[in-house]
């Protein structure tokens, strides 16, 4: 002891204070509520889960779900493996569905508003001032405008007879995602108004012109899936895929090669690919001559001179994709622009060229993605003044589209505005009347997303009590009935649908009686058949469409984009979840950002991270600017559909930094308020629609950058620190930083000469160049006794019993790097699972994240090319055979269990952190605060978890309330839990199916023939020899230029 | 220096103690029940098994506490014979007819960290008074009279335990009907090995 305190001293302090903690930590709880049903329904169970089928309504793909619930409260969406568009899986933003329904900014019941102030008057008022103004303007035949979602459903009709039987009526369905140049440059070129099915699995080669069709291209869950079947590697083949586009989005990321072209130079790509195509091309006879008159002034110098993309490359694009229609080239999506008809007309002469109609594009499905032409929406809505009543149903135009367009003061000056949406949003802020919908997850209907899928969409829980709302298929049966229409008698829309659900069940050639087919479709979640496709032939008419061979350059383009978290329509853009999860490829968090490419600023004196200026013609944007190499030099780009002015909590913490004590946030310490994430990117973009298709257009020329002379609050996730600026890879341009794996192969890549035998492991070699260690032991011995030995011996030298360990169980799980494309909805998943806190944007820029799982991001420079490669690897707990974790814990709250899982036991933590400081693969999380869930979010959580309180150390459990509720079942039925019964939650949600979980001790499980088979698996770390149980399977490459 | 440190000691000890005085703790008085329900008049005077109310105790994690309609069934009937049984039995058709579930308290209350299954133990044989105590015998249930603490050290020491078991199922005293009362001199059935709980902690911790 010092010379202030004798030792004597230092117990007396140490008891009193001692015994005070000890004192209040034995404090009791408070008297708990226990709340039984009035009548619960007969298959109703408490404490344990009850699953319902249903369909998603995030987007019009409507991905078939499965939404378990727990004493009545929906708690985790899974996507339905039944279902042909998304079997099994969902996307990031399907999973914070849940987040859509417990939201804290929804509406909480009918109100009326004038100018701004609004109040509540429930629904008995609400639905007499509605049929009082819907009489009225039937008596006088007048102007209805209906704009609703984009959907295909039973509700649709229904809609359409209530606004026609009110006098002229439109209804229209508004989308923002620009789909009808897709549909319209197939009735062009095909006579055929459709989205076909893209079946990228039947291709060898794949080219996307700009279309990101992992992130939010028609239906990405389906061609995540189909793109997986074609690009991974399996029986030595593994397909091509060339993403040609401005910009490189995490779409773009996963192919073999980003070939960078100015914005609108796609569709002459195309046609110098097609140009190229033709002369070996099947076509014969004057079609071929009117093609190759069409295709003439696309000679591959010219491509070359106008796109800057080599004749070389042109050359050898052209030699991969002439596959005899087993290749596809699909375009599209956001980086279009305003000629986006006429790219996709020039895709489809390429498709053409190279004989894939019919092959890999088939006709006769028609998906009903995307809505009415936006042109004609907005043309509509400008007009709102004319209308007698506007009904705008769960869509935000206010917000997604340009303010430049005119719809926000439009809106204003219309008579009457009735807002039918779920959420207190920008548009229905405009409303005279706000009627909330129910969401889709309490309401009925149905969804055709493509013919032959007729999904069924139920109720998965009771309406939530703190939101007065009604159905919007009830609402409407309602207010046609109350204005003395024909046809809506029925007692309620479930009824309704039951009807129409008839002709379903004529259509599938179901004979049985209709209450079982009915049955039935719950349980599957709808009817599933397959399409009969359709012949379509080539019509020159297409050749009349003028694809400048010439691009025109007028100051720096911007895109703005959609990611797989952020969807221009803004409805995802207020939940947590996804603010939270850093965007794959930027890692960024709670904020928008501009890429911009590093030579492109430091021209004009902006680094990395500094506070710029996007000015656009019609309006500009503050935003942080983002180093990205993996942009063409003149463009820029800002994801869309963030900057919502919608109240939501703001996860700061509400203390300032006190030294002396720790501070204790209690609940009444938080603050739950407005605030807004990020910037629009869709706001200041000049208004422009597709002249042909009327598709928003999300590029904007013209526009300038400059720096403001600040730095930016921009919190990124990759560990981004000082320290890697100054390290030996670095790139110092604009102070970036070094973004590469720093040899410590994560992320390890082997090629396809090797995988196939004939070239030498190199890869290998070059990612551990900088590793200081191997564990190349002469004997091959391992100096740790197996785990089973290890205890069996201690157990025995203390003269106890000895405890079984991986029999039967040992849970591992192997992840194939060739199949993740980095996409997230696993993160998203894990979150839902887990009941992992959200902790903002302040916390995460001190590393206090709570993720259990992590999508880590490498981008290292190729060699040869010069463009980034960017590598994706989930990161989650190993749940290490002999964890660095379990032995330095000073009061054994983490432990080996007999299943081989590091396990957690929370309220034995006393938070000394040791564990994480000695965990390599930094996997476990402190909880530095006790988070909150504000209401009615709470509501999400799962009861088989716990909710973990400040203190304590965390981590990823391999899903164990899952593995524990298998067993359960397994033990009930007196046998052991089989192979691939228990799907952890982040596997369940993979669409690319890059995850594997199971029993190793099983010889006959999935997961023991992957990793005892595979020629490419490997362990992360391996030399410190922790004894991971997740294999990670090495990405495949063409060829060694990579990296 | 000596002085300030004792000082500082004996502050924190004094908010500490302040924060004991505060109302989250739990007093006798906050576990009245909205309805005085007697499990002695059910479970032993009229022989009511307990699964006949708690109906989920074999087959899930929660044994539940029985929805207002299963009061509702008999109680609809039988109105009681004394005022004060009349007047807690009137509780029931008010709260049935306004439609609202009883707020009833929990005395058995496990910490929200701990996944226990009923279905478990009531499948391995044992009887709800092992856990529970001679609740059939009380009309008034209170914090003192539980059998057990549900403390971990008392999950513990029974997991720790090789239990007797005859097919399978733990031996234990022979009863009317689970929780019931005891048969004297009935028959021991003949013993044949021994089960033993689990000692992995993700047993009950979740």
Redesign the interface.
């Known amino acids: 002891m010092s010379k202030?305190?004798?030792r004597r001293?230092f117990f007396?302090?140490a008891a009193?204070?001692g015994?005070?903690?000890a004192?209040?930590g034995c404090?009791?709880?408070?008297?708990?509520?226990?709340?039984?049903?009035?009548?619960?329904p007969s298959d109703y169970?408490?404490?344990?889960s009850i699953h319902f089928a249903t369909t998603c309504q995030e987007c019009a793909a409507n991905c078939g779900l499965i939404i378990r619930t727990r004493e009545g409260r929906a708690i985790k969406a899974e996507g339905n493996p039944e279902h042909p568009l998304s079997g099994g899986g969902i996307c990031a933003i399907g999973q914070s569905s849940l987040q859509g329904m417990y939201s804290p900014s929804r509406a909480k019941s009918p109100a009326t508003q004038n100018d701004g102030s609004s109040s509540l008057i429930g629904w008995d008022k609400g639905l007499g001032i509605l049929s009082e103004k819907l009489e009225a303007t039937k008596a006088k035949k007048g102007k209805v405008l209906y704009i609703g979602p984009a959907r295909s459903g039973s509700i649709n009709k229904l809609i359409d007879r209530f606004v026609k039987g009110l006098g002229s009526a439109k209804y229209l369905r508004f989308d923002s995602s620009p789909t009808n140049s897709i549909k319209q440059a197939n009735q062009i070129t095909f006579n055929k108004n459709e989205i076909p099915d893209y079946q990228l699995e039947k291709a060898k080669t794949l080219i996307s012109f700009g279309a990101d069709f992992l992130e939010s291209w028609v239906y990405p869950v389906k061609l995540t899936k189909s793109y997986t079947e074609m690009h991974a590697f399996k029986h030595g083949v593994k397909g091509k895929y060339y993403h040609v586009s401005p910009h490189m989005s995490l779409t773009g990321s996963n192919a073999d090669e980003w070939v960078s072209c100015p914005s609108g130079g796609e569709a002459i790509i195309a046609l110098g690919i097609a140009n190229q195509l033709l002369g070996k091309s099947k076509i014969s006879g004057s079609e071929k001559k009117a093609l190759r008159d069409y295709l003439e002034e696309f000679s591959a110098e010219q491509v070359a001179s106008q796109t800057g993309v080599r004749t070389s490359k042109l050359e050898e694009l052209a030699k991969e994709f002439g596959k005899n229609g087993k290749s596809i080239a699909i375009a599209g999506g956001n980086t279009a622009g305003a000629d986006a008809t006429q790219l996709q007309v020039a895709v489809n002469i390429l498709n053409y060229v190279a004989g894939n109609i019919g092959q890999t594009i088939v006709f006769g499905a028609d998906y009903r993605i995307g809505g009415d032409s936006t042109e004609e929406i907005v043309q509509a809505l400008k007009d709102a003044g004319k209308y007698d009543i506007v009904f705008i149903e769960n869509v935000n135009p206010a917000y997604a589209l340009p303010q430049d367009s005119g719809v926000v003061e439009a809106l204003k000056g219309a008579p009457f505005v009735v807002s039918l949406s779920t959420e207190r949003d920008e548009t229905s802020a405009l409303a005279h009347l706000h009627l909330p919908t129910s969401h889709y997850f309490e309401s009925w209907g149905d969804s055709t997303p493509r013919n032959g899928v007729f999904g069924l969409q139920q109720p998965v829980m009771a309406k939530l009590p703190m939101f007065s709302t009604k159905e919007i298929g009830d609402l409407i049966l309602l207010a046609g009935s109350s204005a003395g229409l024909s046809g809506f008698d029925a007692d309620n829309y479930q009824e309704y649908l039951k009807e129409q659900w008839q002709a379903v069940q004529k259509k599938m050639g179901d004979r049985s009686a209709f209450q079982t087919f009915w049955t039935d479709s719950l349980k599957k979640g709808g009817q599933y058949r397959d399409f009969s496709s359709d012949k379509v032939s080539f019509s020159t008419k297409a050749l009349k469409q003028k694809v400048k061979s010439s691009l025109s350059v007028n100051g720096m383009t911007l895109l703005a984009v959609n990611t797989t978290l952020h969807h221009s329509n803004g409805a995802a853009a207020n939940r947590s979840w996804l603010m939270e999860v850093p965007h794959p490829i930027t890692q960024i968090v709670w904020d928008s950002w501009v890429e911009i490419h590093p030579k492109t600023a430091v021209k004009l004196g902006i680094k990395h991270g500094d506070l710029v200026e996007v000015k656009t013609p019609k309006g500009s944007l503050e935003l942080a600017a983002y180093f990205y190499y993996g942009i063409e030099e003149n463009t820029l780009v800002v994801p869309a559909g963030m900057g919502r002015s919608v109240p939501f909590p703001t996860y700061k913490s509400s203390h300032g930094k006190s030294i002396i004590t720790p501070v204790i946030e209690t609940k009444s310490d938080l603050r739950v308020e407005g605030f807004k994430v990020g910037e629009n990117a869709a706001g200041v973009l000049p208004f422009k629609t597709d002249a042909q298709s009327g598709d928003l257009v999300f590029t904007s020329g013209g526009v300038s950058i400059k720096p403001l002379g600040k730095k930016a609050y921009l919190v990124t996730m990759d560990g981004q620190f000082k320290d890697d600026i100054e390290a030996l890879e670095a790139d110092t341009l604009g102070l970036m930083g070094d973004r590469s794996q720093k040899g410590r192969g994560f992320v390890q890549t082997t090629t396809m000469g090797n995988m196939l035998g004939h070239s030498e492991e190199k890869a290998h070699g070059h990612h551990l160049r900088h590793r200081l260690y191997t564990m190349d032991r002469k004997d091959n011995t391992d100096f740790y006794d197996p785990r089973e030995e290890d205890v069996a011996y201690h157990a025995e030298w203390a003269g106890k019993k000895k405890?079984k360990y991986y029999d039967p169980y040992k849970w591992e799980m192997s992840i194939d790097l060739d199949r993740c494309t980095g996409c997230s909805a696993c993160v998203v998943a894990c979150y839902a699972e887990n009941n992992i806190p959200v902790v903002g944007k302040d916390r995460n820029a001190v590393g206090r994240e709570m993720s259990w799982l992590r999508i880590e991001r490498y981008i290292e420079k190729n060699e040869e090319t010069g463009t980034p490669e960017i590598y994706y690897t989930p990161e989650m707990c190993n749940q290490c055979g002999n964890a660095g974790c379990e032995p330095v814990c000073p009061v054994y709250a983490t432990?080996h269990?007999?299943?081989g899982?590091n396990?957690m036991?929370?309220?034995?933590c006393v938070g000394t952190r040791y564990c994480s400081n000695n965990c390599v693969y930094k996997q476990r999380k402190y909880n530095w605060r006790s988070y909150e869930f504000p209401s009615p979010l709470h509501l999400q959580l799962n009861p088989?978890?716990?909710?973990r309180e400040m203190g304590v150390m965390e981590k990823c459990n391999f899903c164990?309330?899952r593995i524990?509720e298998m067993k359960?079942i397994a033990?009930?039925q007196g046998r052991v839990v089989a192979d691939s019964e228990i799907k952890t939650a982040c596997q369940q949600t993979c669409n690319a199916k890059a995850i594997t979980f199971g029993n190793i001790m099983d010889k006959q499980s999935q997961v023991n023939k992957i990793v005892s088979t595979t020629k490419r698996g490997y362990k992360q770390l391996e030399e410190v020899n922790f004894k991971p149980s997740i294999t990670y399977l090495k990405k495949v490459k063409h060829n060694n230029r990579k990296a | 220096m000596r002085k300030i440190l004792l000082g500082l000691s004996s502050l924190i000890a004094g908010v500490m103690i302040f924060y004991l005085f505060q109302p989250q703790v739990a007093v006798a008085e906050d576990f009245q029940q909205p309805i005085a329900f007697s499990h002695k008049t059910h479970a032993s005077d009229n022989k009511v098994p307990c699964e006949f109310c708690h109906i989920y105790a074999r087959r899930s994690n929660s044994s539940g506490i029985p929805p207002l309609v299963t009061c509702n069934q008999c109680h609809s009937v039988i109105k009681g014979t004394k005022d004060d049984q009349k007047k807690e039995i009137k509780k029931i058709e008010e709260y049935w007819n306004k439609k609202q579930p009883v707020p009833w308290k929990k005395i058995h209350d496990l910490p929200d960290f701990v996944h226990f299954s009923h279905k478990r133990h009531v499948q391995a044989g044992f009887d709800c008074t092992e856990c529970h105590g001679e609740i059939s015998n009380l009309d008034v249930i209170t914090m003192d009279d539980m059998k057990a603490d549900l403390s971990m050290g008392w999950c513990v020491d029974c997991h720790k335990k090789e239990h007797i078991t005859s097919g399978d199922k733990v031996i234990g005293q022979v009863r009317e009907t689970r929780g019931g009362p005891v048969v004297q001199n009935a028959p021991q059935p003949k013993q044949d090995g021994t089960l033993q709980g689990s000692k992995d902690c993700y047993i009950c911790h979740k």
């Open positions: 202030g305190m004798k001293d007396k302090v009193t204070s015994a005070a903690v004192v209040v404090t009791e709880d408070p008297v708990e509520k226990i709340i039984p049903m009035l009548v619960p169970v408490p404490a344990v405890p432990y269990n007999e299943d899982i396990a036991i929370y309220n034995r088989a978890m716990t909710v164990y309330s524990r359960d033990k009930d």
